[in-house]
């Protein structure tokens, strides 16, 4: 496998490098390149397999590069220091990120599904998606990517009815369609759907208030009902703030 190191502190460099000659033994080749147009010119020269990108470099950041890149067929991860609007955009998009300081077990995952996901080429329509949430201009179809190891789902977020929890997974249920599963806990995606207006209703439950048509009280604390006729139970703990909300609405 190929993989493409830009950053532009050299110790940051072979930090990246010792760490993954740690995480595997097979032979793989290690490019090095230390900012925008370096890097463009390394990814067009090796064209890698896994790219590893700074955001913040001298003459740049990883965005400039990314859009001068037209048809990206790499695998991408993402370098940066704590910058909370990137690092939701790129949980939005499901483009891996690393923290610095970088930690060693969270390169060797981020390296693990890569090199899973090598002939999968989703990067450019993941990049739009990035883009739409770190400009601030979502399309009234803004779309939410959803990313395992064997498929990459591009959902519009108005097809979302909820999500609701199942053991360490969450269950996506769509107006249309059939019910996604990602092995990620519900918890992830209320912190990425909450900005949309997703509302927790149920320590189990993160519903689109949108396609909320009735709350009815008669039943224990309440039960929504939804498009197509789904209902959910809204909690004890929840059933204030699900009725201030909805009352807002009106």
Known sequence: MKILLIDNEDEIRQILKDMILQWSDENHTIYEADGVETGIVAI???QPDVLLLDVEMDDGTGFD??????EPMFQLIFTTGHNKYAVQAFKFSAIDYLLKPIDPDELTACLEKA???VKQHTLQKQLTVMMEQLMDKKPKEAQIVLKDTDKTYF???CDILYCIA???YTKFILSDGDPIYMSRNLRVYEEMLAPEGFIRTHHSCLVNPSKIKVYDRKIDCGTL???GGHTLPVSQRKKDFV?????KKI
């Open 225 to 227: 009902i939804l498009e």
């Open 155 to 157: 959902v519009r977020v």
């Open 65 to 70: 590069l990314l859009s001068r890149i037209s």
């Open 115 to 117: 090199s899973k996901r």
């Open 166 to 168: 199942e053991g360490a």
């Open 243 to 247: 009725l201030q909300f909805l009352e």
């Open 44 to 46: 067009h020269q090796h």
